[in-house]
C-alpha cells in the first residue's frame, strides 16, 4: 500500500467514532483484525473528496490523531512516517483509549537498507561514544554495541529496517520475538535485561538485580542517543523521561535502578544535559 502523503493507520471503532472530520478524504480498507474487546480497521488519508465509509466508521485527521493519547515514541514515529511518503502498512493499536504500539511493514530495497541501517548504527555509535566521553566511560564508549555488526544483529537490522525506530521492533511484530535484540541484551551490559539472576533473597528464577553504576551510566547514554536519532529536529530532553514512564516493560526493571533511573532523566528534562553529565561524572560515578 503506497502512502500518498498521508497516512496509512489502524483504529478501533471505539476511538474511530469519537472523531469527526469534513474535506478530507479516507480510502477504507477493510477490517485488520478482531478480538474480544477491539477492531482494529484499517484506512488511507488522502486529500481527495470525502467518500463514504463503512456504518459506524469516522474519519481521523492526521491533526486530530496526534491529539489521541499516545506514547511518545509511537507519536515521534507516526510524526516521522506523516512527514515521508514511503510504502508502508501501518497500524495503530489502541485498548481503550490508551495506544498499545504502532507498528508497519515498511518497503525498501535490501541494497538501501544495507547502507542506511549501517549509517545508522555508526551514527548512533558515534553519538553514544561522545556522551561516555562527557561522562569519563572512554572505554565502554569505544566498545558500545559492537555486537550490532554481528551477522545475526546485522543482518536483521538491514531485513527489518525502518529507519524512524529499532527494526527489532519490526521484527517482534512480525515473529513474535527479535533474535537480534535476544542476542545483543546478552552480550551488552548496558541493557538491564542482561542483569538478570537467580534471587538469593526470594528464590525466584531470572529476577532483575542492581546494575553497576558505570553500565547503568552508559544505558543513560545510550537512551538520549536513541532519542536523538530517531527524534531528529524534534528531540527534546525530556523525551527519555517520557519514553521510559509510557512503557509498561520498562517497570520490569530493579525498582531501585529504576527509581534512580527516573530521577537522573528527570534531572535531563528539567536542567538540561550539561549540568546533568556533570553530575554524573563528577559525582555519581565517583560513589
Known amino acids: 500500500m503506497t502512502d500518498r502523503g498521508g497516512l496509512v493507520s489502524c483504529l478501533s471503532d471505539d476511538d474511530l467514532n469519537k472523531f469527526n472530520l469534513e474535506g478530507k478524504a479516507f480510502e477504507y480498507n477493510g477490517v485488520v483484525e478482531e478480538d ?13 473528496d ?10 481521523v485527521s492526521k491533526e486530530l490523531l496526534f491529539t489521541m493519547p499516545m506514547r511518545p515514541g509511537d507519536r515521534m514515529f507516526l510524526k516521522h512516517l506523516v512527514k515521508g511518503k514511503k510504502d508502508i502498512d501501518l497500524a495503530v493499536r489502541y485498548k481503550g483509549d490508551k495506544l498499545v504500539t504502532a ?15 549501517l549509517h545508522t548504527v555508526n551514527r548512533h555509535r558515534r553519538m553514544v561514544r561522545r556522551h561516555c ?13 559492537l555486537s550490532k555488526y554481528s551477522y545475526t544483529e546485522f543482518s536483521a537490522g538491514v531485513k527489518y529496517y525502518q529507519g524512524v525506530r529499532s527494526p527489532n521492533v519490526a521484527e517482534r511484530n512480525i515473529n513474535g520475538y527479535s533474535k ?7 552480550r551488552n551490559k548496558h541493557h538491564y535485561e ?12 531470572l529476577e532483575y538485580v542492581r546494575m553497576p553504576r558505570r553500565y547503568f551510566v552508559e544505558s543513560i547514554m545510550d537512551r538520549i542517543a536513541a532519542c536523538k536519532i530517531y527524534g531528529g529536529k524534534a528531540y527534546r530532553d525530556s523525551d527519555a523521561l517520557d519514553y521510559l514512564l509510557t512503557r509498561d516493560s520498562e517497570s520490569h526493571m530493579n525498582p531501585d535502578d529504576h527509581a534512580e533511573l527516573v530521577r537522573i532523566l528527570s534531572m ?18 565517583k560513589k
Open 50 to 59: 470525502t467518500p463514504k465509509l463503512p456504518k459506524g466508521f469516522t474519519a
Open 103 to 117: 507498528y508497519d511493514r515498511i518497503k525498501i530495497p535490501a541494497v538501501k537498507a544495507f547502507f542506511l541501517h
Open 133 to 145: 566521553f562527557k561522562v569519563g566511560l572512554y572505554w565502554q564508549g569505544l566498545i558500545h554495541d
Open 180 to 186: 537480534a535484540w535476544i542476542h545483543h541484551k546478552g
Open 268 to 285: 535531563l528534562s528539567s536542567e538540561g544535559e550539561k549540568k546533568t553529565f556533570d553530575y554524573l561524572k563528577k559525582e555519581y560515578l
Open 194 to 205: 542482561y542483569w538478570t539472576d537467580y534471587s538469593i533473597e526470594t528464590g525466584n528464577p
Open 36 to 48: 474480544q474487546r477491539i477492531t482494529h480497521s484499517l484506512f488511507t488519508i488522502t486529500l481527495d
